[in-house]
């Protein structure tokens, strides 16, 4: 009884979002198909390279295990009434913090606390300044990114460079890497750490007082601190709580992805994940259940979109553009009614 | 009368929306030249639905409708009002930036993006309106500085401008003073000569007995019958509102106040633009005891509410709670000393409203004991804690899950008075308690509020409805300008004398 009223809350937010997968698939055809690929054998290789085989689900998986982490960052935010942007750099700072930690204390737990810790800190100057000056986060997170981007990437060119490789950082020591699931492909326990952080923010969210408090806040700050809350401490522990993941998300991937086990010249290894898992974000309706599936399906558009170039040579800029249309199919308000309305006319 | 055609009729008027909800289940209606019709019935009865749906802002799902024996279709408000029938609307419609001037000729300014606007002309057929009718509004001045009367009026008059002869007023004074109230009266009296038809939408009984000629009550999407004012009384009415006998008088026991709970001294506060709302208030409330303010909406009632609820900054004096100094002091601070608030704005601060029923049943006390398994929620607690306060205040709402956008407001309401009641409070502060709360709702909360300081509990209470503040306060207090015009026993006081302490003019000295 319980269980069924509660799923019903949800029918309409996953159904709306199948919809708006279903219209990215069906406009990403006719985008293929007015650009001269033929649309059958571009999804054909996208399925096979993503679903088919073992190594390409282990690639699925292993490309959404950062997506789902930085999507989290975007949802705790959205649901506190936050737009919180700094997922971005974020993973840039967990990556790196995992790499100098880890060269010393050469054990994963290390660098993933490396990275949870890093991601708290770093959320915390964008938080004090919305909370206590009202400077607005979109502005100062998209600003801390660039900061972000270039204090890592001067940490990565003339501290933490690799003597043997100067296109890298020093990699993570052996001992401290992230243990494969499956031997021979790039699935490690990045992606088990991944779910398990969706899960705990599940439970956070929503059933503790912390949570709730949070979720009050964002809905209705009036009424929060008319219930006790102190609207400025959630927009802090969501800032906090947002950076720990988007931290998880950049030591996961250093710490978990063979073969280099470090950050590439230009960040290129690490770059673009935390705008990637806004979508992520917006596609599983800002909730971490729904993020763990949006998540998988935007690991397996990657994943399966190097099939798509090799076989079909489809360039693998396509996918973005699928990945583009579904989210604004899923920004689209009230999608659902539009298409259900045709039909509940008939009925009455 | 009776042999006469309506000018208007409404006939078998039914309304089902989208979600399936049956708003109006055939309902029928006529109004005759030069009368003034009242529409009685509870929130949620279906007047304001039928209203829109004669003002084209609404399509039947069936039914008819006459204007002067002819059918008529309205597609659009101004179709509505090209066919001489106007609406003032509960909410204003009106641009708060501009002034009335401007308000009234707005969208009939003429066509062409470059045209002139021939404003003196309109300032002229105004004026000769307002003299013809003998009330005046300041044309120039921005009409968010002006009163809500005058705002009202304004909207009357962008209507009449127009030459509506039939004219809808939606809960006309439900944002209006008892002077305000008689105002309007008089206004409407005046068109009424002039040959204006007036449909009075209300769920007030006093009122549609002072102003209408014959009342149609609605009930639940029906009509449950049409009378003549003059053959009615407000028992009738009220029967034939709510489907039963409503106790209208509030029992209430003499008692003796016990001791001081709540102390306030020479309190100061702000208002949002730097004001002083409040200057230099000092009263208290003692046990078993239901002190009332009482005045015009605006003279810092909300910023004195806010401030002891520990929302608003105190600049000057000092408010007590059971003899501590809790000045300053937070919310949840305040509620574990044993304060309970019914905010006044119900939808903004009393609740959140995409939030179910079970998360809102304890906000402002999910911090405690009862509620919480460990460091978790436990759900189960607050689901049981949710039905117990749908049982006990018959809150009538689909499920405990269900958001509570969903409820009617004055199911919401009671909800907020169950879960501020279970906070077992010593004083609580009760702001607007029954403000657009259906008939029986409030008739519940008002016998509540007695209830409490019955047991021995000290109540606040503030409201803009006189009648409330009359019938359940012990003592009252009288608030004009951040100030109380005078503290006085609701029995011993003329409602003259109140009415000119409303407006500003010091009661006697109290010693």
Redesign the interface.
Known sequence: MNLK??LR?YAKPVAESVLAILIGVLVGALVLWFSGYSPLEAYYWLIVGSLASTDGIAETLAKSAPLILTAITFAIGARTGLFNVGAEGTVYFGAMAAIIVTQYLQNPIAGLLAGLLIGALWALPAAVLKVYRGVHEVISTIMFNWIAFFLVSWLAVSVYYNPKDPNSTLPIPPSARLPLLIKGTSLSWAFIVAILSAIIVF?VMW???LG??L??SG??P?????????PKRSAIWSFVIGGMTAGLAGAGLVMGTPPSYAITQGLANVHGYGFDGIGVSLVGRNHPLGIIFAGILFGALSAGATAMQQHAHVPLEMIKVIEGIIIIAVAVPGLLDLFARPF?RGE? | MEEQTPVLEMRDIVK?Y?DGTKALKGVTIKVYEGEILGLLGENGAGKTTLMKILFGMLKPTRGKIFLRGKEVRFKSPADAIANGIGMVHQHFTLVEVFNALENIILGMEGHGLLSKIDVENARKKLQKLMDELNFQVPLDVPVENLPVGVQQRIEILKMLYRDVDILILDEPTAVLTPIEVRELFAVLRKLKEQGKTIIFISHKLNEVMEITDRVTVIRKGEVVGTVKTSEATPQLLARMMVGRDVVLRIEKPPKEPGEVIFRVEDLWVKGDRGEDAVRGLTFEVRAGEIFGIAGVEGNGQSELIEAI?G?RKVEKGKVYLKGVDITGK???EL?DMGMA?I?E?RT????????SVM?NS???M??RKEF?KG???D?NKVEEHAKRLIEEFEVSAP?T?APVKSLSGGNQQKLIVAREVSKRPDFIIAAQPTRGVDVASTEYIRNYLVKLRNENKAVLLVSADLDEVLQLSDRMAIMYEGQFMGIVKPDEVTEEQIGLMMGGVKGEPQK
Do not use: C
């Open positions: 009223n509660e809350g439970i059933h503790t007082k709730y408090e979720r009050t809905q209705n009036r009424a929060a601190e008319y219930g006790g809350i102190n509940r009455a | 089902v989208p609820a929302l937070r919310p949840r509620y608030h905010p704005d903004h601060m009393g609740l959140i409203l995409e939030m998360e304890i906000l402002g999910h911090w919480s460091f978790l929620l759900w499920g899950k």
